[in-house]
C-alpha cells in the first residue's frame, strides 16, 4: 500500500479557501487518490476522486500534478461546519485502505 | 434513512465478556467491510466480504474475532473474551458492485465498544 504524508493540523477563517496537500511518492501505476471527511463519533465520508489533473465536484476540488506523487484537496470558502479530519488515501481497490491518521482543520469564526 | 446502519451505537462491557456488533448495509450493495478505529487514529482494515464470501482479512482480526455474513445482506462481528484494548469504535462501510474498486466506501456511524 502506498503511504501518504501529509499535514497534522491546519487552521483556517471562515469564508477562505483551504488547500490540503497530501505527498504520495510511491503511488503505483493503478492507484487512484482518494479523500475522505470524518466528524467526531461519525464514519468517514467520500469527499473526492481522481487519477490525474483535476477533478471538481459540489464539494471539492481535486489537484493532481503530472507525476501524481502528491495531491491536493480544495476547500472553497470553508465554514465551521467544515472543521473535520481529512483523510488523503492511495490505492487501487477498495478492499484494504490505509487510512493513516488525517489532517485535523479547524475552521475559526 | 437508506444509509449503512451500526447497533449497536454503543457497547460497555467487562473484560472476558463476548460482544456482537450488527452491520446493515445500503441496500444491493454487495461489498461489506469492517474497520476499527482508535482515539486520533485513523481506521484500520479489518475485514472484506463480498456477498457471503469473506475475501480478506487482517492481521488485526485475532482468533478472537469472527464476521460473518451469512446471507449477503447483513454482517455481524463477533469478539469472544473482549481485553480493554478492544476498545475502540468499530466501522462498517459498504459499496455497491463495480464501484468498490474505486474506494469510494459508504460508512456508517459505528459502534463503540468500551471494555472495563
Known amino acids: 500500500l502506498a503511504k501518504t504524508t501529509q499535514p497534522i493540523s491546519m487552521d483556517s477563517y471562515e469564508g477562505q479557501e483551504v488547500n490540503i496537500t497530501c505527498s504520495h511518492n510511491n503511488i503505483a501505476t493503478n492507484d487512484y487518490i482518494t479523500w475522505y471527511q470524518q466528524f467526531p463519533s461519525q464514519g468517514p465520508r467520500f469527499i473526492i476522486q481522481?487519477?490525474?489533473t483535476k477533478v471538481t465536484n459540489e464539494v471539492a476540488s481535486l489537484f493532481i500534478p503530472a507525476d501524481r506523487k502528491s495531491s491536493t484537496l480544495s476547500l472553497p470558502r470553508v465554514s465551521l461546519s467544515d472543521t473535520a479530519v481529512y483523510y488523503c488515501?492511495?490505492?487501487?481497490?477498495?478492499?484494504?485502505?490505509?487510512f493513516g491518521t488525517g489532517t485535523r482543520l479547524t475552521v475559526i469564526p | 434513512d437508506t444509509g449503512v446502519s451500526q447497533n449497536p451505537r454503543h457497547k460497555i462491557t467487562k473484560r472476558g465478556q463476548n460482544v456482537t456488533f450488527r452491520c446493515d448495509p445500503i441496500?444491493?450493495?454487495?461489498?461489506l467491510y469492517w474497520y476499527r478505529q482508535t482515539l486520533g487514529q485513523g481506521p484500520e482494515f479489518l475485514t472484506y466480504?463480498?456477498?457471503?464470501?469473506?475475501?480478506?482479512k487482517s492481521r488485526l482480526l485475532s482468533d478472537r474475532f469472527s464476521a460473518e455474513r451469512p446471507k449477503g445482506s447483513f454482517s455481524t462481528l463477533e469478539i469472544q473474551r473482549t481485553e480493554q484494548g478492544d476498545s475502540a469504535m468499530y466501522l462498517c462501510?459498504?459499496?455497491?458492485?463495480?464501484?468498490?474498486?474505486?474506494?469510494?466506501?459508504?460508512f456508517g456511524e459505528g459502534s463503540r465498544l468500551t471494555v472495563l
Open positions: 466480504f463480498q456477498n457471503e464470501a469473506q475475501l480478506e
Open positions: 441496500s444491493e450493495h454487495n461489498r
Open positions: 488515501l492511495v490505492s487501487e481497490r477498495a478492499n484494504n485502505l490505509f
Open positions: 481522481g487519477y490525474k
Open positions: 462501510a459498504s459499496s455497491p458492485p463495480g464501484q468498490g474498486y474505486t474506494g469510494e466506501l459508504f
